[in-house]
C-alpha cells in the first residue's frame, strides 16, 4: 500500500481510504503474498478496509498458526467489501485510486521492425519447417478425405492442413513471423497426424508390436540446459546474459513437452494392450481404432510439440544478436528475482488447482499429469508447471541426477529465466482466460470459439501498446529491443489481422515479447555495483539514443 500512496502523493491521484492492499510489491513491479495474509487481512478489516488487492494466486490461504485454508475473496465479501486479485502495482494503483497509472513512453512501432538479415534468417527457417512437412504431406491430405476418423487424428489433420494453408497466405502478404509462427506449429501438428496415423494402421493389420515401437519413437524428455556447450566461458556482456537466457528458455520448452510425453507414456501404452486379441473384425473396428486414438494421441501431441520447441531453438540459434557492454549480474539478485517469481507463480498454479477447473477438461483423456491438452489453459500450465519444477524455493536451480551441471555462473540467470516465464505465462493465461473465455480443441490446443469476443479488440490494443512502452523500458536498460521481442511483435500485428483463433494467438505473442522485454530490463537491474552500474548506463555504454534513427544494435 505504501508504494501506491507514494505514486499518488506524485501524482495527486485521490486515494480510496477504505483500500488495503495484502501484498508485498516484487522488485520487477509483481505482486506476491505476504507471509500471513489471513492476519493482515483480518487486521485491515478491522480498520475498515473494504476495497481489497489481493495478488494473483492468493485467493485461498491458510492462517500461518495453522488450520483450513480460506477463501479469502469470500472473506472480504462477507464484510462487505470487494477483493480484486491483481498481478502488479500498475493494475493495485487503478483500483485503489480509480485513475490510470503513469506509464514510460511508448516505442514507436518503427523501432520494431526486423532488420533484412533477420527477415532472411525467418525466410531460411520457414524453408526448413516445409522441408520437414513436405514428403508426408500428400498422405496426409488423402487421409483428411476418408469418412469417420477418429477425432484426434480428424483435429489434427484438420488444423495441420489449416494451419499451412494460412501460413502461405500470411508469407505471401510479406509477413514473414506470423508466417513462420504459424507454419511451425502446423508441422507440429502434421508430425503428431502422421505418427498417430502410422500407429492406428499397424494396429489395423494386428501388428502391435511394431505399434508399440512407434509408440516409443516419440520424444522422450530432453535436457533444459544440454544446449550450454562443454567449456563455454560465462557470459561477459548484457547481450550474451541475454542469448543464453533465450536459448534456455527454448529449450525449456522443449524439456517441458518432452517431460509432458514422458508422463503421458503409461496411458499410451495402456492403450495399445487393450486392443490385443487374436480377431482381427476386432482390431479393425472404429471402436477400437477411436479408443486407441485417445490413449496415444496426447503423448504424440506433446512429443510433437517438443520436437518444435527444439526446431525453433535452434533457429533462434542462428539469429545474431548485439553484444552490448561489459556486463556482470549480481548473482543474489538474481537468485532474490527468481525466488519471488517462483513463489508467486507456485501461488498462481496451486490457487488455480485447488479452486478451478480450466486446467481439467471434461472432453480430453485423463493422462495423471494434472493437465489435459483441450483445457483454456493446458498449454500454458502444462509448461509452467513444469518449468516450477526447475527452480527451488530459494531462487536456485534444483539439481536433478542425469542433467547437466549448469555452471554456478550461468546458474542464478537461468533459475530467473525459468522462474519468471513460469510466472508471466500463468499470468498472462489467466488474464486470457477470465477475459475472453476461449475454447480450445482438445487435441490441438488451436482456438475454436470465443466466450467474450467483444473483449478481443480491446485486449489486442492494450497488449499492442504494453509491448511498446516495455520495449521502450527495455531500450533504455540494455541499449536496444531483443531479436526475440521483435518477432513476437511483428507475427502478433499480423495475426492481429486474422481471424478469431489468430487474433487469440496475437494476444498470446504480445504478451510473450513484454514478457521478454521485461526479463531484459530485470536482467539491467541486477547488475552487480560498480562504478557505472545504473541501467540507463548501460544504454549510454552501448552508444544508443532511444530514436528510430538509432544504429540496428540499438533499437
Request: proline share 7%.
Amino acid at each position: 500500500m505504501l508504494a501506491v500512496a507514494a505514486i499518488a502523493a506524485l501524482t495527486g491521484a485521490p486515494l480510496a481510504r477504505s483500500a488495503a492492499v495484502i501484498a508485498e510489491l516484487e522488485p520487477d513491479g509483481s505482486l506476491a503474498p505476504v507471509t500471513d495474509p489471513v492476519a493482515d487481512l483480518q487486521d485491515a478489516l478491522r480498520r475498515g478496509a473494504r476495497r481489497v488487492i489481493l495478488p494473483v494466486g492468493g485467493r485461498m490461504a491458510a492462517p500461518a498458526a495453522g488450520g483450513s485454508a480460506l477463501d479469502m475473496v469470500e472473506v472480504v465479501r462477507h464484510a462487505g467489501g470487494t477483493a480484486w486479485l491483481v498481478p502488479d502495482l500498475a493494475r493495485a494503483y487503478r483500483v485503489v485510486t480509480s485513475e490510470p497509472f503513469p506509464e514510460p513512453e511508448a516505442a514507436e512501432a518503427a523501432a520494431l521492425a526486423l532488420a533484412d538479415d533477420e527477415r532472411g534468417a525467418l525466410d531460411a527457417a520457414y524453408r526448413r519447417a516445409l522441408e520437414r512437412i513436405a514428403p508426408g504431406w500428400p498422405h496426409l491430405l488423402e487421409q483428411q478425405n476418408r469418412a469417420r476418423l477418429p477425432p484426434p487424428l480428424a483435429a489434427l489433420l484438420t488444423g495441420a492442413e489449416r494451419g499451412v494453408r494460412r501460413a502461405e497466405r500470411w508469407r505471401a502478404a510479406g509477413d514473414r513471423a506470423a508466417a513462420y509462427v504459424r507454419l511451425t506449429e502446423a508441422a507440429a501438428l502434421a508430425d503428431a497426424a502422421s505418427r498417430l496415423d502410422h500407429i492406428l494402421r499397424l494396429v489395423a493389420e494386428g501388428d502391435l508390436s511394431r505399434a508399440r515401437a512407434e509408440l516409443q519413437r516419440a520424444r522422450e524428455s530432453s535436457d533444459p540446459v544440454a544446449w550450454l556447450p562443454a567449456g563455454e566461458d560465462a557470459p561477459v556482456t548484457i547481450g550474451a546474459h541475454l542469448r543464453a537466457a533465450s536459448l534456455f528458455l527454448a529449450a525449456a520448452d522443449e524439456w517441458a513437452w518432452g517431460e509432458e510425453a514422458a508422463a503421458r507414456g503409461r496411458s499410451a501404452r495402456a492403450a495399445l494392450e487393450s486392443p490385443a486379441g487374436p480377431e482381427r473384425a476386432r482390431l479393425t473396428s472404429r471402436a477400437i481404432a477411436s479408443n486407441v486414438a485417445d490413449g496415444v494421441a496426447p503423448l504424440l501431441v506433446a512429443s510433437a510439440l517438443a520436437g518444435m520447441h527444439a526446431e525453433r531453438a535452434e533457429d533462434r540459434a542462428a539469429l545474431e544478436q548485439p553484444a552490448g557492454p561489459s556486463f556482470t549480474a549480481n548473482p543474489d539478485s538474481l537468485r532474490a528475482l527468481a525466488a519471488a517469481s517462483s513463489r508467486a507463480a507456485a501461488a498462481a498454479l496451486e490457487s488455480l488447482d485447488r479452486s478451478s477447473k480450466l486446467d481439467h477438461p471434461a472432453s480430453a483423456p485423463d493422462t495423471g499429469s494434472g493437465s489435459g491438452s483441450g483445457s483454456a489453459l493446458s498449454h500454458d500450465v502444462v509448461v509452467a508447471r513444469r518449468l516450477l519444477g526447475l527452480v527451488d524455493d530459494h531462487g536456485e536451480l534444483n539439481r536433478v541426477p542425469g542433467r547437466t551441471r549448469v555452471p554456478d555462473d550461468r546458474a542464478p540467470l537461468l533459475a530467473l529465466v525459468a522462474a519468471q516465464a513460469a510466472f508471466d505465462r500463468l499470468g498472462d493465461a489467466i488474464a486470457r482466460a477470465r477475459r475472453l473465455g476461449p475454447e480450445l480443441d482438445p487435441w490441438t490446443g488451436q482456438v475454436l470459439a470465443v466466450e467474450r469476443p467483444s473483449g478481443l479488440s480491446a485486449a489486442l490494443a492494450l497488449a499492442e501498446r504494453a509491448v511498446r512502452r516495455q520495449a521502450a523500458s527495455a531500450r533504455v536498460a540494455i541499449g536496444w529491443i531483443p531479436v526475440g521481442a521483435r518477432i513476437a511483435y511483428q507475427a502478433a500485428a499480423a495475426l492481429a489481422r486474422g481471424d478469431r483463433s489468430e487474433r487469440v494467438k496475437a494476444l498470446e505473442l504480445y504478451q510473450a515479447a513484454s514478457a521478454e522485454c521485461r526479463l531484459a530490463v530485470l536482467l539491467a537491474l541486477s547488475e552487480s555495483e560498480g562504478p557505472r552500474s545504473a541501467p540507463a548506463a548501460a544504454a549510454a555504454r552501448a552508444g544508443c539514443r532511444p530514436s528510430p534513427s538509432a544504429p540496428r544494435g540499438c533499437r
